[in-house]
Protein backbone atom coordinates (compact mmCIF):
# COMPACT_ATOMS: atom_id res chain seq x y z
CA UNK A 1 0.00 0.00 0.00
CA UNK A 2 2.59 2.41 0.44
CA UNK A 3 4.70 1.59 -2.15
CA UNK A 4 1.10 2.47 -4.34
CA UNK A 5 0.83 5.12 -2.25
CA UNK A 6 4.76 6.63 -3.70
CA UNK A 7 4.12 5.82 -7.03
CA UNK A 8 1.08 8.15 -6.97
CA UNK A 9 2.57 10.70 -5.63
CA UNK A 10 5.87 10.84 -7.87
CA UNK A 11 3.75 10.04 -11.41
CA UNK A 12 1.57 13.82 -9.77
CA UNK A 13 4.95 15.52 -8.85
CA UNK A 14 6.55 14.39 -12.66
CA UNK A 15 2.71 15.15 -14.22
CA UNK A 16 3.12 18.84 -12.57
CA UNK A 17 6.48 19.81 -13.53
CA UNK A 18 6.11 18.59 -17.16
CA UNK A 19 2.84 21.10 -17.99
CA UNK A 20 3.26 23.71 -19.91
CA UNK A 21 2.70 27.56 -18.48
CA UNK A 22 -0.41 28.97 -19.59
CA UNK A 23 -1.98 32.41 -18.91
CA UNK A 24 -5.74 33.04 -18.70
CA UNK A 25 -7.35 35.44 -21.42
CA UNK A 26 -9.79 37.38 -19.45
CA UNK A 27 -11.42 38.89 -22.55
CA UNK A 28 -12.31 35.38 -24.12
CA UNK A 29 -11.98 32.84 -21.40
CA UNK A 30 -9.69 30.65 -23.11
CA UNK A 31 -6.56 29.37 -21.89
CA UNK A 32 -3.46 30.18 -24.10
CA UNK A 33 0.22 29.41 -23.81
CA UNK A 34 2.79 31.94 -21.97
CA UNK A 35 5.30 33.11 -24.98
CA UNK A 36 8.17 34.91 -24.73
CA UNK A 37 9.34 37.67 -27.41
CA UNK A 38 12.96 37.68 -27.71
CA UNK A 39 14.68 40.01 -30.33
CA UNK A 40 18.25 40.45 -31.72
CA UNK A 41 18.41 43.96 -30.65
CA UNK A 42 18.51 44.58 -26.79
CA UNK A 43 18.95 47.74 -24.75
CA UNK A 44 22.65 47.27 -23.10
CA UNK A 45 22.51 47.50 -19.22
CA UNK A 46 24.78 50.31 -18.14
CA UNK A 47 26.59 52.22 -15.25
CA UNK A 48 24.59 55.17 -16.72
CA UNK A 49 21.62 55.93 -14.42
CA UNK A 50 19.70 58.90 -15.53
CA UNK A 51 21.39 61.14 -18.79
CA UNK A 52 20.22 64.18 -18.34
CA UNK A 53 18.00 66.09 -20.89
CA UNK A 54 20.13 68.97 -21.10
CA UNK A 55 23.70 67.04 -21.18
CA UNK A 56 25.80 67.92 -24.29
CA UNK A 57 28.14 65.18 -23.26
CA UNK A 58 26.83 61.57 -22.81
CA UNK A 59 29.34 59.25 -21.97
CA UNK A 60 28.65 56.00 -21.28
CA UNK A 61 30.81 52.55 -20.82
CA UNK A 62 29.54 51.51 -24.01
CA UNK A 63 29.39 55.30 -26.43
CA UNK A 64 29.86 58.57 -26.33
CA UNK A 65 27.42 60.82 -27.70
CA UNK A 66 28.39 64.59 -28.13
CA UNK A 67 25.96 67.65 -28.80
CA UNK A 68 28.04 71.09 -30.20
CA UNK A 69 25.93 74.09 -30.85
CA UNK A 70 26.15 77.83 -29.78
CA UNK A 71 24.28 78.59 -26.58
CA UNK A 72 23.74 82.00 -27.28
CA UNK A 73 23.18 83.20 -30.90
CA UNK A 74 21.48 86.40 -33.01
CA UNK A 75 18.27 86.09 -34.58
CA UNK A 76 20.32 87.01 -37.73
CA UNK A 77 22.63 84.28 -36.78
CA UNK A 78 22.57 80.60 -38.41
CA UNK A 79 23.02 77.88 -35.48
CA UNK A 80 25.09 74.75 -36.46
CA UNK A 81 23.36 72.08 -34.28
CA UNK A 82 26.24 68.80 -34.71
CA UNK A 83 25.69 65.49 -32.97
CA UNK A 84 28.50 62.77 -32.90
CA UNK A 85 28.17 59.42 -31.64
CA UNK A 86 31.38 56.92 -31.01
CA UNK A 87 30.59 53.60 -30.09
CA UNK A 88 33.44 52.02 -27.72
CA UNK A 89 34.81 48.81 -26.23
CA UNK A 90 34.69 46.69 -29.06
CA UNK A 91 31.66 47.92 -30.17
CA UNK A 92 30.62 49.36 -33.75
CA UNK A 93 27.60 51.43 -35.34
CA UNK A 94 25.12 49.41 -37.24
CA UNK A 95 24.78 51.17 -40.18
CA UNK A 96 22.03 48.95 -41.25
CA UNK A 97 19.89 49.59 -38.28
CA UNK A 98 17.14 52.78 -38.85
CA UNK A 99 18.85 55.40 -37.41
CA UNK A 100 16.64 58.55 -36.57
CA UNK A 101 17.24 62.00 -35.60
CA UNK A 102 14.05 63.51 -34.78
CA UNK A 103 13.68 67.45 -34.23
CA UNK A 104 10.22 68.81 -32.55
CA UNK A 105 8.94 72.04 -33.94
CA UNK A 106 9.79 75.18 -32.03
CA UNK A 107 11.21 78.88 -33.44
CA UNK A 108 14.30 76.73 -35.08
CA UNK A 109 12.99 75.76 -38.47
CA UNK A 110 14.92 72.58 -39.66
CA UNK A 111 14.46 71.24 -43.36
CA UNK A 112 13.04 68.21 -41.82
CA UNK A 113 11.05 66.87 -38.64
CA UNK A 114 12.91 63.52 -39.12
CA UNK A 115 16.36 62.90 -40.46
CA UNK A 116 17.63 59.15 -41.28
CA UNK A 117 20.53 57.07 -42.24
CA UNK A 118 20.76 58.82 -45.94
CA UNK A 119 20.82 62.57 -43.78
CA UNK A 120 23.43 61.82 -41.68
CA UNK A 121 26.75 63.43 -42.52
CA UNK A 122 28.82 60.69 -41.35
CA UNK A 123 27.63 57.18 -40.68
CA UNK A 124 30.02 53.65 -40.81
CA UNK A 125 31.11 51.73 -38.39
CA UNK A 126 33.26 54.12 -36.45
CA UNK A 127 31.16 57.23 -35.82
CA UNK A 128 27.66 58.66 -36.52
CA UNK A 129 27.60 62.28 -37.41
CA UNK A 130 24.64 64.52 -38.17
CA UNK A 131 25.15 68.72 -38.37
CA UNK A 132 21.83 70.58 -39.17
CA UNK A 133 21.95 74.36 -40.07
CA UNK A 134 18.86 76.61 -38.68
CA UNK A 135 17.44 80.23 -37.67
CA UNK A 136 15.23 81.39 -34.85
CA UNK A 137 13.79 84.88 -35.20
CA UNK A 138 12.30 85.00 -31.95
CA UNK A 139 13.99 86.29 -28.73
CA UNK A 140 14.69 85.07 -25.69
CA UNK A 141 15.32 82.03 -24.42
CA UNK A 142 14.52 78.95 -26.94
CA UNK A 143 14.06 75.23 -26.40
CA UNK A 144 15.51 72.74 -29.01
CA UNK A 145 13.73 69.62 -28.52
CA UNK A 146 14.08 66.06 -29.93
CA UNK A 147 15.15 62.27 -30.15
CA UNK A 148 18.43 60.29 -31.44
CA UNK A 149 18.21 56.96 -31.83
CA UNK A 150 20.83 54.73 -33.50
CA UNK A 151 22.16 50.94 -33.23
CA UNK A 152 25.70 49.70 -31.80
CA UNK A 153 26.75 46.02 -31.77
CA UNK A 154 29.49 44.00 -30.82
CA UNK A 155 30.28 40.89 -32.93
CA UNK A 156 27.48 38.79 -31.27
CA UNK A 157 24.93 41.31 -30.29
CA UNK A 158 23.52 44.73 -31.05
CA UNK A 159 21.92 47.12 -29.00
CA UNK A 160 20.10 50.39 -29.28
CA UNK A 161 20.80 53.85 -28.44
CA UNK A 162 17.15 55.53 -28.30
CA UNK A 163 17.24 59.05 -25.84
CA UNK A 164 15.44 62.60 -25.69
CA UNK A 165 17.06 65.41 -25.74
CA UNK A 166 16.14 69.16 -24.95
CA UNK A 167 18.58 72.76 -24.78
CA UNK A 168 17.72 76.26 -23.96
CA UNK A 169 19.58 78.71 -26.40
CA UNK A 170 19.16 82.26 -25.65
CA UNK A 171 18.33 83.85 -28.60
CA UNK A 172 19.27 87.83 -28.85
Not at 84 to 112: M, Q, W, Y
Not at 154 to 169: G, R
Amino acid sequence: MIKLLILIVSVSILGFSCTKKTTENTNTGKVKPKVEKTTDIKKEKTKEKVKKLDSKLVKDEFYEVTFNFKEEITTKDELIFAIKAVPKKDRHINDGFPTSLAIESTCFKFNKKKYKNNDAKKLDEKSLEFELKTKCETKGKQELKGNLRFGYCTDAMCYTYDSPFKFNINVK
